[in-house]
C-alpha cells in the first residue's frame, strides 16, 4: 500500500500564489509545458462515495473493487467510499447500506496501490471511536470531516483526533450555498483552526452558477493559508462548468464522479472536466481510464444514472439537500402531493441532510392532515 | 406537613440559569445557592439578592453550607461533575447530573418503575443523569412503541434540534451524546443494536426539536401502541407541555415501525425553540421530586 507521495500536510502560504499563476494560464487558454512550476490540480474520485447515494447505497464490495483497480491507473488523487453520508451514516433515516463501511473499504484498500483512499465523516452521524479509528485502522488516507455550512464547530473534536493520529484531514462545508460569502470564510478559517489539511465547499443542493463559484472559491484562496476544493451538483445542468470556474478561481482539489454518478442530478462527471482541463493545462493524469471507469459506471447501472430533469431544477432552485430526491419522491407518491410543491416547502423551511424524517411531516402539514 | 426540597445549583450557564427559574416556580423545592466561578457572571447576577446564596468558588462554595441543602443539580461539565459528585458524596446528598458524564442512574422520570433498570436508588445519596435531550424526548415514545413490539431487532433514535439552543458543551460532546442515548435506547428496548443521529439545523426561525424513531421487529400492534401512548404521553406533559406527537407511529418497511415527536420548550428562561434543553430540565426537576418523595 505505497502511496505516490505523503499528502500534503500544513501548505504554506506559497501554494496559493503558484495556483494563481497556473490559473493565469488557465484562464488564457496557453498550455503550460512545465509541470515543475505549476501546483496539479487533484481530483477526487467520489463515485463510489456521493454515487451511492443514486444506488439507494448498494454499492457492492466486489464493484468497488473493479472500479479502485481502473480508478489506481488514472492518477486521481483519491476515491471516496462508503454510504452516501459518508462512513457510520447507514440508517433506516437517510438510508442502510447494503454493505459495511468495513467490507467496502477493505476492499477498496486492496484494489488501490497509488491512489489513496478517502472516507466522508459527517459528526452526529459517525463518532470517532466507533467509525474513524477502525477506517484509520483499515488504512484510509484522507478523511473529509463534513457539516452543515455554518456547523463547524461540531467538527473540531473529530478533526483533532485526526491530527492526533497523525492523518490527513480535508474540512469540508456543507449546503454552501445557505450562507454568505463571509460565513463561508469565517467557518472555513474554523476548520482549519482545528487543523483541517484543507477545506472543500460542496454545493449539496446543485444551486450555484459560474459566478457565485467563482466569487466562494477566490474569497476562500485569498483568506486561508490552504488547499481550497469544490464538489458540484448538477442540477442545473451547470456542474461541469461550476468545477471548471472552480479551478479558475484557484481552488486546488475538485470533486467528481464517472458519468456524475451522485446524490440528485448527480455530480460533476470527472471523465469530462479531466478532458477538458488536459485541454489547457499539464496533468500527469491519465484519460483513458477514466474513461473506461465511465463506461464501467454506465454499463453497471444503466438504469439509475443520474440526470437533469425538472425535479432536479426544482430542488436545485429551492436550494434543498439533493440526497431526499428518493424520500421527497416516495413521499409525493404516498401522498399524492405534486414533488414540486415538497421541495418549494423544504426550501422555506431550510430543512438541511439528516432531517429526511421531516419530509413526511411538511407534506402532512401541506395537505392540513 | 411537606417540607421543601431544599436544592443547589451548579453550573450557572444557560441550563443553569433555566433550572433556576423551574425551581423558584416549583411549590416542592426551595433554591437555596445558586455556583458558578465567577463573581460577576452573568448567570448569578441573574440570581443575586432572589436567593440566599449566589456563590462563586465553584464546589467550594458549597463546603459550609451542606448542611442547608439535600441535594445538588449540576449543570457544569463531565469532568467536573466527577470532582463535584466526590463532594456530594462526602456530604451525604443526592445529585442530578445534566452533564454527559454517564457517571450517575439514567433515569427517565415518565419511565420509573417500567422497565426492569429504571427505578430509584434507594439511598438518599444518590446520582442520577439525565442522559440527553435525545435520550429524554425518545424515551416515553420508545417504550410505548417497545412494549407492543416482539423480537426487536434495531433501534433507531435520530434528533434534529436549532442551531441556537446547541451550545459549546453539546457541540463538543457529540460522540458522547452519541453513545448516552443510545446506551438508554438499549436499556429500554432490550435490543442490542442501537443507532442515535444528532442533526443542526441553523435555519430561522429556529426549528423545534424533533425526535425520530425507527424499530426494526418482528412484531407491532401500531394500535396498542397508540393506546400506550395516549396512556403516557398525558404524563410528559405534566412536566414538559411541549411534547407533541407529530408522526403518528407507521409501517416504513414489513419489519419497521417509526414515529415522530416534537419538543417546544416551556420558554422559563430560555427560548421556546429550546425543546432540548426544556425537556432535560423539566426531567432534572422531577426526577429530584421523585427521589426525595420517595425517601422520606
Not at chain 2, 23 to 49: Q, T, Y
Not at chain 2, 93 to 105: A, E, H, I, Q
Amino acid at each position: 500500500m505505497q502511496l505516490l507521495s505523503k499528502p500534503p500536510g500544513s501548505t504554506s502560504v506559497r501554494y496559493v500564489s503558484s495556483v494563481t499563476m497556473e490559473v493565469s494560464r488557465v484562464v488564457t487558454g496557453r498550455s503550460t509545458t512545465s509541470p515543475e512550476d505549476s501546483v496539479v490540480i487533484k481530483f477526487q474520485d467520489v463515485t463510489l462515495r456521493d454515487g451511492n447515494h443514486a444506488l439507494r447505497h448498494s454499492m457492492t464490495p466486489e464493484f468497488v473493487a473493479s472500479y479502485c483497480r481502473i480508478a489506481d491507473k488514472a492518477g486521481v488523487y483519491s476515491v471516496e467510499v462508503g454510504h452516501g453520508n459518508g462512513i457510520g451514516a447507514s440508517s433506516f433515516l437517510i438510508g442502510k447500506a447494503s454493505h459495511s463501511d468495513r467490507d467496502l473499504l477493505s476492499r477498496a484498500r486492496s484494489a488501490l496501490t497509488q491512489t489513496r483512499l478517502g472516507v466522508h465523516v459527517i459528526p452526529g452521524f459517525a463518532t470517532a471511536k466507533r467509525d474513524i479509528q477502525p477506517a484509520i485502522d483499515l488504512g484510509v488516507d484522507v478523511f473529509r470531516i463534513g457539516t452543515h455550512a455554518t456547523e463547524a464547530t461540531t467538527a473540531r473534536k473529530h478533526i483533532e483526533y485526526l491530527r492526533s493520529r497523525d492523518a490527513y484531514v480535508q474540512g469540508v462545508l456543507m449546503m454552501s450555498h445557505s450562507v454568505s460569502v463571509q460565513t463561508l470564510v469565517s467557518q472555513a478559517k474554523l476548520l482549519r483552526s482545528y487543523g483541517a489539511d484543507a477545506v472543500v465547499i460542496m454545493d449539496s443542493a446543485g444551486n450555484y452558477i459560474h459566478d457565485d463559484v467563482r466569487t466562494r472559491i477566490n474569497a476562500l484562496v485569498e483568506s486561508l493559508d490552504c488547499g481550497i476544493g469544490f464538489h458540484a451538483h448538477n442540477n442545473l445542468g451547470v456542474g461541469i462548468s461550476n468545477s471548471l470556474a472552480a479551478i479558475d478561481a484557484g481552488a486546488s482539489f475538485i470533486d467528481g464522479s464517472a458519468m456524475g454518478l451522485g446524490a440528485g442530478a448527480g455530480n460533476a462527471a470527472l471523465e469530462a472536466i479531466v478532458a477538458i482541463y488536459r485541454r489547457r493545462a499539464s496533468t500527469p493524469l491519465q484519460l483513458q481510464p477514466l474513461l473506461d471507469m465511465s463506461s464501467l459506471i454506465e454499463t453497471t447501472f444503466r438504469d439509475s444514472l443520474p440526470r437533469m430533469t425538472a425535479v432536479s431544477i426544482q430542488s436545485g432552485n429551492a436550494g434543498v439537500f439533493s440526497g431526499f430526491a428518493p424520500h421527497v419522491k416516495s413521499v409525493s407518491q404516498e401522498y399524492g402531493i405534486s414533488q414540486e410543491e415538497l421541495w418549494t416547502e423544504l426550501g422555506k423551511r431550510r430543512l438541511v441532510a439528516g432531517q429526511e424524517s421531516m419530509i413526511r411531516e411538511v407534506a402532512k402539514d401541506l395537505m392540513n392532515l | 406537613m411537606r417540607s421543601l426540597i431544599r436544592v443547589a445549583v451548579i453550573g450557572t450557564g444557560n441550563i443553569g440559569s433555566d433550572l433556576c427559574e423551574r425551581i423558584l416556580l416549583h411549590p416542592d423545592f426551595e433554591l437555596v445557592a445558586f455556583v458558578g466561578r465567577r463573581p460577576n457572571s452573568p448567570g448569578l447576577d441573574r440570581m443575586r439578592g432572589r436567593i440566599r446564596y449566589t456563590l462563586s468558588d465553584g464546589i467550594d462554595s458549597l463546603s459550609s453550607i451542606w448542611p442547608e441543602i439535600d441535594g445538588l443539580f449540576d449543570a457544569t461539565s463531565a469532568a467536573s461533575h466527577r470532582l463535584h459528585w466526590i463532594e456530594a458524596q462526602r456530604a451525604g446528598k443526592f445529585v442530578v447530573d445534566l452533564t454527559p458524564s454517564n457517571l450517575g442512574r439514567p433515569i427517565v422520570p415518565v419511565l420509573v418503575g417500567k422497565t426492569p433498570q429504571m427505578n430509584l436508588e434507594t439511598d438518599f445519596c444518590a446520582n442520577y443523569s439525565m442522559v440527553t435531550c435525545g435520550g429524554q424526548s425518545s424515551a416515553p415514545l420508545l417504550y410505548s412503541m417497545a412494549v407492543h413490539s416482539s423480537g426487536i431487532q434495531e433501534v433507531e433514535v435520530s434528533s434534529s434540534i436549532a442551531s441556537r439552543s446547541a451550545g459549546p458543551a453539546t457541540r463538543d460532546n457529540i460522540d458522547e451524546y452519541i453513545a448516552a442515548t443510545e446506551n438508554v435506547a438499549r436499556q429500554i428496548t432490550g435490543c442490542s443494536v442501537a443507532k442515535s443521529i444528532l442533526v443542526l439545523n441553523p435555519a430561522e426561525p429556529p426549528i423545534m426539536m424533533r425526535t425520530t424513531l425507527h424499530l426494526r421487529v418482528n412484531q407491532i400492534d401500531l394500535t396498542g401502541v397508540s393506546q400506550e401512548i395516549r396512556r403516557v404521553f398525558p404524563k410528559v406533559s405534566e412536566y414538559v407541555p411541549g411534547y407533541e406527537l407529530v408522526v403518528e407511529p407507521h409501517m416504513v418497511n414489513p419489519d419497521v415501525a417509526s414515529a415522530t415527536v416534537k419538543v417546544a420548550g416551556a420558554g422559563y428562561y430560555l427560548p421556546e425553540y429550546s425543546g432540548n434543553l426544556d425537556i432535560i430540565n423539566a426531567a432534572a426537576v422531577e426526577t429530584a421530586r421523585l427521589h426525595f418523595s420517595q425517601i422520606r
